[in-house]
């Protein structure tokens, strides 16, 4: 969550009144979080439509305000894992990339109580489609992003790390040192090695596997995403912030990379940057996504001191949530419009 300060200098007054927002925002972004039980798992295999696996394939997590949780690429066996996850409404995006597929996504339901051992762990298989815009003489047109001549040796311990990686994700982190010190250069090792390091909580390991990764593969979007995410985690906002520059260069149409930009860039008080990776966001989004009104909302309250524009946003926000999360939320959505109606009335008292 981006901190929420009140930057001005104004009366004691005014401060007392934003301290009390802020305290309103941060309880409304908490009341929205993920159950803290994080048992759960969701994994599966990625199939072409010839029904044969498909690796490096990028998966994302979302979760119910489709607000990104992870990313994982496709193992050699097209397979891909999330764990430790709580109960709850997930989605399952395909950001198929340079590839001839359409994109793709999928709602999961996490969580069922008749689960043995009170844990829901999903199989789920995705089944991708050609991109009729990008078939020429009925074949799909695929840009081969990066290949290497791997050792053998190698290769083997890679691929039982990949099946490892679902169970027994310690086996697999050992499995891919014995790969990486055979071949330190090996991409598919590194990436694999970071999403399991970043799974953990070991952001370190995570940082240097996918620092790694982009010197061997200077085109992966996916690892400067998640390199963002690791050094984010480690409080090292502005290689954060550079790392995502990174990968928006190499794929414009992200909307949870310009997001998280706009995040980093608010704490680094870098105000109109964020502003501007924000509304990117936004765009692409159709202004149909909660979190992104939600960031702009805290960020032209509390940083801009554009409330007119703050209590736009959050308009957008509730209109962009469904019936159903409405009165699953009830309220979370009584909160909001009360800071709505708070917000009006600092308007027209002119403060």
Same mark, same amino acid.
């Given at each position: 969550?981006?901190?929420?300060?009140?930057?001005?200098?104004?009366?004691?007054?005014?401060?007392?009144?934003?301290?009390?927002?802020?305290l309103v925002f941060a309880i409304v972004f908490?009341?929205?979080?993920?159950?803290?039980?994080?048992?759960?798992?969701?994994?599966?295999?990625?199939?072409?439509?010839?029904?044969?696996?498909?690796?490096?394939?990028?998966?994302?997590?979302?979760?119910?305000?489709?607000?990104?949780?992870?990313?994982?690429?496709?193992?050699?066996?097209?397979?891909?894992?999330?764990?430790?996850?709580?109960?709850?409404?997930?989605?399952?995006?395909?950001?198929?990339?340079?590839?001839?597929?359409?994109?793709?996504?999928?709602?999961?339901?996490?969580?069922?109580?008749?689960?043995?051992?009170?844990?829901?762990?999903?199989?789920?298989?995705?089944?991708?489609?050609?991109?009729?815009?990008?078939?020429?003489?009925?074949?799909?047109?695929?840009?081969?992003?990066?290949?290497?001549?791997?050792?053998?040796?190698?290769?083997?311990?890679?691929?039982?790390?990949?099946?490892?990686?679902?169970?027994?994700?310690?086996?697999?982190?050992?499995e891919l040192e014995k790969a990486l010190s055979?071949?330190?250069?090996?991409?598919?090792?590194?990436?694999?090695?970071?999403?399991?390091?970043?799974?953990s909580g070991d952001y370190e390991g995570a940082?240097?596997?996918?620092?790694?990764?982009?010197?061997?593969?200077?085109?992966?979007?996916?690892?400067?995403?998640?390199?963002?995410?690791?050094?984010?985690?480690?409080?090292?906002?502005?290689?954060?912030?550079?790392? $995502?520059? +990174?990968?928006? #260069?190499?794929? /414009?149409?992200?909307?949870? &990379?310009?997001? !998280?930009? *706009?995040?980093?860039?608010? @704490? $680094?008080? +870098?105000?109109? #940057?964020?502003? /501007?990776?924000?509304?990117? &966001?936004?765009? !692409?989004? *159709?202004?149909?996504?909660? @979190?992104?009104?939600?960031?702009?909302?805290?960020?032209?309250?509390?940083?801009?001191?554009?409330?007119?524009?703050?209590?736009?946003?959050?308009?957008?926000?509730?209109?962009?949530?469904?019936?159903?999360?409405?009165?699953?939320?009830?309220?979370?959505?009584?909160?909001?419009?009360?800071?709505?109606?708070?917000?009006?009335?600092?308007?027209?008292?002119?403060?």
């Open positions: 969550m981006s901190q929420v300060s009140s930057q001005g200098t104004g009366s004691k007054s005014e401060k007392s009144r934003r301290f009390v927002l802020g908490l009341m929205s979080a993920p159950s803290i039980v994080a048992q759960n798992s969701i994994s599966g295999i990625v199939f072409d439509p010839d029904n044969k696996p498909v690796s490096d394939i990028e998966v994302e997590l979302l979760d119910t305000f489709e607000r990104l949780i992870g990313t994982r690429k496709t193992s050699g066996s097209g397979f891909y894992t999330f764990q430790r996850l709580g109960a709850g409404v997930y989605y399952l995006k395909i950001r198929p990339g340079g590839t001839g597929f359409s994109e793709t996504k999928q709602r999961i339901d996490l969580g069922d109580l008749n689960a043995i051992g009170g844990v829901d762990q999903k199989q789920v298989d995705l089944h991708l489609e050609y991109d009729p815009r990008l078939r020429r003489d009925g074949a799909a047109v695929n840009e081969v992003v990066f290949a290497q001549g791997v050792p053998a040796e190698a290769r083997d311990h890679f691929e039982t790390a990949s099946k490892a990686a679902k169970k027994q994700p310690e086996s697999a982190i050992l055979l071949f330190p250069d090996y991409f598919a090792a590194l990436e694999l090695y970071g999403d399991l390091k970043l799974a940082e240097t596997a996918f620092a790694r990764a982009v010197e061997v593969n200077a085109r992966c979007f996916g690892c400067y995403f998640n390199l963002a995410v690791a050094r984010n985690k480690l409080g090292k906002k502005a290689e954060a912030a550079s790392s $995502l520059i +990174r990968a928006n #260069e190499l794929d /414009s149409g992200s909307i949870n &990379a310009h997001l !998280l930009l *706009g995040m980093i860039l608010r @704490d $680094l008080k +870098r105000f109109g #940057e964020a502003e /501007s990776a924000l509304l990117k &966001a936004k765009d !692409l989004g *159709g202004n149909g996504q909660p @979190d992104v009104n939600w960031q702009l909302a805290e960020l032209y309250y509390f940083n801009l001191k554009k409330p007119e524009k703050a209590k736009e946003e959050l308009e957008t926000y509730l209109s962009n949530l469904s019936e159903s999360e409405k009165r699953q939320n009830s309220k979370r959505i009584e909160t909001i419009r009360k800071l709505i109606r708070q917000i009006e009335s600092e308007i027209s008292g002119g403060a």
